[in-house]
C-alpha cells in the first residue's frame, strides 16, 4: 500500500471507508497510536512539513501499518479537494496553533471559513478533537464553532496520564495547563463565504504562430486572471530554440509554482505546463497558459 496521497493526481473524493483525519500530525506519534488500536478505522494525516510527511512515510513502512495515509497540504486545501461532505468520522488537532500573535489570527486552523470547511466534510455525529495549551486559541475556536451553529461544544482540562505527542510531554513538563475541546456535528454549519477552486480534468496545449520570443515581453509579468487570482513570470530560460516560463500561479490563497513550455514546432510554439511541473489542474492554470500563449502572440 502507498502511504502518501498525491492531492494533485488522486481521483476524488478519496475513496477510503471509515476515514479519519488528523490535521498537523507533526512526528506522528498520535496518528501511528490510533492507527494501531483502531486497525478498522483508515486514517489521514494533512500536513505542511515535508520532513514530517517524510517521518510519517518511513515509519508506516517500518511498522507495516496499512490503515494510515498522508498528504502534504495545507489543512483547508485538503478537505476543500480531498473529500465530500458527510465523510469524515472524526477530526483531530493536537496543539496545532503556533499563532499567538493577534494580527496571525487569520491564520489559526479555526478560523470560520476552516472550521466551515472541516464541518462540512465531517460526519454528522462525528467529532473535531482538539487539544491545546493555549486557552487563547480554545476561546476564539469556541467563538467559531458558536457562530457556525452546528456543533455541541464541549470543553475542558485535560488529565494526562501518558502524554500523546512531544509536545505534550513538554507542556506537561513545563507545568502548563492542558485544554481539551470536542465539537460534535449535529447539522450542517451556516454558510460561511469560503474560497473555492475549480479543477478541470484537462488542461489543453495552446499553439500559436512565432517567429521569435522576445523575453523581455514574457519575463517578471504579473497579471490578475480573476477575482484573487494572480499570474506571475518570472526567468525565461531557453534550450534548442524551446523555452521555459518560470511561474507563480495564486488562486485565493491557493499557491502553484511551476514552468510552462513554449516547445517550437516550425513556425509554431506550443503552449503547455512543462511535464516536469507536477500540478493541480485548475481552470485558472488553463488560464494563465493562455496569457502566456496570447504574450507570444502579440510579439
Ligand atoms: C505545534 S505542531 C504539533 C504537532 C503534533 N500535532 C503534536 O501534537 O506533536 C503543529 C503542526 O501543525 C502543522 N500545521 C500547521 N498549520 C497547518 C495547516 N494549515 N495545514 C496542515 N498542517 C498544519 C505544522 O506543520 C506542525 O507540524
Redesign the pocket.
Known amino acids: 500500500m502507498l502511504c502518501y496521497i498525491n492531492y494533485k493526481r488522486v481521483d476524488k473524493p478519496l475513496e477510503i471507508p471509515n476515514l479519519e483525519v488528523?490535521?498537523?500530525?507533526?512526528?506522528g506519534?498520535?496518528i501511528v497510536k490510533l492507527a494501531k488500536e483502531r486497525p478498522e478505522k483508515n486514517y489521514l494525516g494533512?500536513?505542511?512539513?515535508q520532513i514530517?510527511v517524510e517521518k510519517l512515510m518511513k515509519r508506516v513502512e517500518r511498522e507495516k501499518l496499512k490503515n494510515v495515509y498522508c498528504t502534504r497540504?495545507?489543512?483547508?486545501w485538503?478537505f476543500f479537494l480531498l473529500f465530500e461532505d458527510e465523510q469524515v468520522e472524526n477530526i483531530y488537532?493536537?496543539?496545532?496553533?503556533?499563532w499567538f500573535k493577534k494580527r496571525h489570527h487569520k491564520?489559526r486552523?479555526t478560523t470560520p471559513e476552516?472550521l466551515y470547511i472541516f464541518a462540512r466534510r465531517l460526519k454528522t455525529g462525528g467529532e473535531i478533537r482538539i487539544?491545546s495549551d493555549n486557552r487563547e486559541f480554545i476561546d476564539f475556536t469556541i467563538e467559531t464553532a458558536k457562530f457556525l451553529e452546528c456543533f455541541e461544544i464541549k470543553e475542558g482540562i485535560l488529565d494526562v496520564k501518558e502524554p500523546?505527542?512531544?509536545?505534550?510531554e513538554k507542556w506537561l513538563s513545563m507545568g502548563r495547563t492542558l485544554y481539551r475541546l470536542n465539537l460534535k456535528k449535529l447539522r450542517k454549519p451556516k454558510e460561511v463565504p469560503h474560497p473555492t477552486i475549480e479543477e478541470v480534468r484537462e488542461l489543453f496545449p495552446v499553439k500559436v504562430k512565432a517567429k521569435e520570443l522576445k523575453a523581455e515581453f514574457i519575463e517578471n509579468r504579473e497579471f490578475k486572471l480573476g477575482e484573487e487570482v494572480y499570474f506571475k513570470t518570472f526567468k525565461l530560460w531557453e534550450k534548442d530554440g524551446s523555452y521555459l516560463i518560470e511561474s507563480l500561479l495564486s488562486e485565493k490563497g491557493y499557491y502553484q509554482k511551476f514552468f510552462i513550455q513554449l516547445k517550437r514546432k516550425g513556425e509554431e510554439f506550443v503552449i503547455d505546463v512543462s511535464p516536469f511541473s507536477e500540478v493541480l489542474r485548475t481552470r485558472n492554470l488553463q488560464r494563465a497558459i493562455n496569457k502566456v500563449a496570447e504574450l507570444v502572440e502579440s510579439l
Request: glycine share 10%; no cysteine; hydrophobic share 30%.
Open positions: 488528523e490535521i498537523g500530525f507533526g512526528r506519534d498520535f494533512i500536513e505542511l512539513s514530517s497540504i495545507d489543512a483547508y485538503g488537532m493536537n496543539y496545532p496553533d503556533p491564520r486552523l476552516r487539544r500523546l505527542t512531544k509536545y505534550e
